[in-house]
T-cell receptor, first 110, second 112 residues
Framework: AQTVTQSQPEMSVQEAETVTLSCTYD???????LFWYKQPPSRQMILVIR??????QNATENRFSVNFQKAAKSFSLKISDSQLGDAAMYFC???????FGSGTKLNVKP | DGGITQSPKYLFRKEGQNVTLSCEQN?????MYWYRQDPGQGLRLIYY???????QKGDIAEGYSVSREKKESFPLTVTSAQKNPTAFYLC???????????FGPGTRLTVT
C-alpha cells in the first residue's frame, strides 16, 4: 500500500529565513510523481512544485525547492526567504495513486 | 478565464436528504476528481474519472455517487447512506492522471 507521511503537524519560521518541510512515502512502484500543494486560509489548493521520480535533478520553483531522495523515499520542501504570504497548510501528494499527507501548518513570524 | 468552479460555497442539508455538489471545468482536462477534507486531515479521494462516461471509486466512495456525462462536468451526489457527510469537498481536474491537479474553491457541506 502507498502512504504519505508528514511528521510535522506545525512549524514556524521567521520572515526572510529558510524552512524545510518533511515528507516520506511508501511505495513499491518505480515510476510516480510527487507534488507539494499549499492551502491558505481561503482553502484553495495551489500547486507549489512537482517532481518526477525518474528525474534525479531536484525541482525548483523560485523560492521553493525540493530534496528528493528516491532510495530513502523522502521528498522535503525547502522554502527560502520566507514571506508572510507563505503561511498556509502544506500537503505532500503522491501520484500514480492519489494520496495526500495529513499536512504541515506553516506559521511565518514577522 | 480558465478554471474550475464549484457551487455553492456553503451548503446546508437535513439528515436523510441527498445533495448534489457541482463541479465544472473549462480547462479541457480529461481527468476529474472529488476529494473530501476533514479538519486536521489531508485529502481523501472519493471518486475520479479519466474520461467521459467512465469513473472509478476512490478510497472512501461509500455513500457517494458521481456521473461524467460531459467532459466539463463531474457532479458529486452525497446520499443519505453517507454516515458522516459534513465536510469540506474539493473538486480537481488534470490533463491526465499523472499531471498536477488544479483545484476548485471547494464546497463546505453541513448536514444536521
Amino acid at each position: 500500500a502507498q502512504t504519505v507521511t508528514q511528521s510535522q503537524p506545525e512549524m514556524s519560521v521567521q520572515e526572510a529565513e529558510t524552512v524545510t518541510l518533511s515528507c516520506t512515502y511508501d511505495t513499491s512502484e518505480s515510476d510516480y510523481y510527487l507534488f507539494w500543494y499549499k492551502q491558505p486560509p481561503s482553502r484553495q489548493m495551489i500547486l507549489v512544485i512537482r517532481q518526477e521520480a525518474y528525474k534525479q535533478q531536484n525541482a525548483t520553483e523560485n523560492r521553493f525547492s525540493v530534496n528528493f531522495q528516491k532510495a530513502a523515499k523522502s521528498f522535503s520542501l525547502k522554502i527560502s526567504d520566507s514571506q508572510l504570504g507563505d503561511a498556509a497548510m502544506y500537503f505532500c501528494a503522491y501520484r500514480s495513486k492519489f494520496y495526500f499527507g495529513s499536512g504541515t501548518k506553516l506559521n511565518v513570524k514577522p | 478565464d480558465g478554471g474550475i468552479t464549484q457551487s455553492p460555497k456553503y451548503l446546508f442539508r437535513k439528515e436523510g436528504q441527498n445533495v448534489t455538489l457541482s463541479c465544472e471545468q473549462n480547462l479541457n482536462h480529461d481527468a476529474m476528481y472529488w476529494y473530501r477534507q476533514d479538519p486536521g486531515q489531508g485529502l481523501r479521494l472519493i471518486y475520479y474519472s479519466q474520461i467521459v462516461n467512465d469513473f472509478q471509486k476512490g478510497d472512501i466512495a461509500e455513500g457517494y455517487s458521481v456521473s461524467r456525462e460531459k467532459k466539463e462536468s463531474f457532479p458529486l451526489t452525497v446520499t443519505s447512506a453517507q454516515k458522516n457527510p459534513t465536510a469540506f469537498y474539493l473538486c480537481a481536474s488534470s490533463i491526465n492522471r499523472n499531471y498536477e491537479q488544479y483545484f476548485g474553491p471547494g464546497t463546505r457541506l453541513t448536514v444536521t
